[in-house]
C-alpha cells in the first residue's frame, strides 16, 4: 500500500488501494454517462494513460474496463514493479515507458481518460515534449502535471488527479490563477475530499481528488466570448473513509 523507501522525501508516495478504486471506478462511470455508452463498450479502444505510473496501480484497475493502457515512470524500481505487475495480471506492457513523461513524445489530445497521482513537491523543469497549448511549462510541482494532463486529453475526455488541497481552497494570486486557467478548458465533475491522513505514514498532507471534463473548442470560444456556461460540480465528502490509524 505505501512505498517505504525514500520517495516520500521527494514527495512520491504510492496509493491507497481504496483511493485507487475510487478514482478509476469514478472516471470511467464519468466517461459512460457523457459518452453514453457502458462498460462493454470500446474495451480496446478508450485510451487510458497514467503518465505518473509508480506501479501501476491506476493502470491495472483501469484493465478492468480497457486494454489501451499507457503508462510512464521515471523511477527503476517503480518501473521494474510497474511491468511486474502488468506481466502478472497478463497485461500488454509495450506502452510502459521509463523516462520523465515529459520528455516522453506524446502528443496533444490523444487520450480518452487520465487518471494520475503526480509528485506533490516535484520541480521538474524537462520539458522535451513540445505541445503547449495550455501553457503547463509555466507551472511547477502538482499543477504542471495537471495542465499537462489536460494537455493530453481529447476533447470530451475526463481527467482525474490526487493532489493537495491547497490547491484549490487557498486564496492567494497564484492558485486563483491556476484555478482560472484550468476551468477555461475543464468542467469540474466532481470534487472528494479525502481524510486528512490519506498518505500516513509518508506524508501527512490534506488531498483532495478532482475528476474534470476537458472542453470542446466550442465551449472555450463561448467561454473566451463571456458566454454563460454554467454547471454543478458534485462535492463529496470522503474524509470519514472508515479506517484508524493504528
Same mark, same amino acid.
Given at each position: ?38 462498460? #462493454?463498450?470500446? #474495451? ?22 480497457? #486494454? ?56 521538474? #523543469? ?121
Amino acid at each position: 500500500i505505501w512505498d517505504r523507501n525514500n520517495d516520500g522525501k521527494l514527495g512520491i508516495v504510492l496509493t491507497p488501494d481504496d483511493i485507487v478504486n475510487i478514482m478509476v471506478n469514478e472516471s470511467f462511470k464519468c466517461y459512460y454517462q457523457l459518452h453514453n455508452k457502458d462498460d #462493454k463498450d470500446d #474495451k480496446d479502444n478508450i485510451r487510458m494513460i497514467d503518465f505518473c505510473t509508480g506501479t501501476g496501480s491506476f493502470l491495472i484497475k483501469g484493465s478492468n474496463y480497457t #486494454k489501451a493502457l499507457y503508462g510512464c515512470e521515471c523511477g527503476d524500481e517503480r518501473y521494474s514493479l510497474a511491468k511486474c505487475n502488468f506481466i502478472l495480471n497478463d497485461l500488454d506492457y509495450s506502452n510502459l515507458k521509463y523516462n520523465s513523461c515529459f520528455n516522453e513524445p506524446y502528443e496533444s489530445n490523444s487520450f480518452d481518460i487520465s487518471i494520475i497521482n503526480p509528485p506533490f513537491s516535484n520541480k521538474c #523543469k524537462d520539458e522535451l515534449n513540445p505541445n503547449n497549448n495550455t501553457n503547463w511549462k509555466s507551472y511547477t510541482k502538482e499543477q504542471r502535471f495537471i495542465m499537462y494532463q489536460v494537455e493530453l486529453l481529447r476533447e470530451g475526455g475526463i481527467g482525474c488527479c490526487i493532489v493537495p488541497r491547497n490547491n484549490f481552497n487557498n486564496n492567494i494570486k497564484a492558485n486563483n490563477e491556476f484555478k482560472k486557467n484550468l476551468m477555461n478548458y475543464c468542467q469540474i465533475l466532481e470534487v472528494i475530499t479525502c481524510n486528512n491522513k490519506v498518505f500516513v505514514p509518508n506524508a501527512n498532507v490534506e488531498c483532495t481528488i478532482l475528476i474534470f471534463r476537458k472542453y470542446n473548442n466550442c465551449e472555450i470560444d463561448n467561454l473566451n466570448n463571456d458566454k454563460s456556461n454554467d454547471y454543478q460540480t458534485k462535492i463529496i465528502d470522503y474524509s470519514d473513509d472508515g479506517f484508524k490509524i493504528k
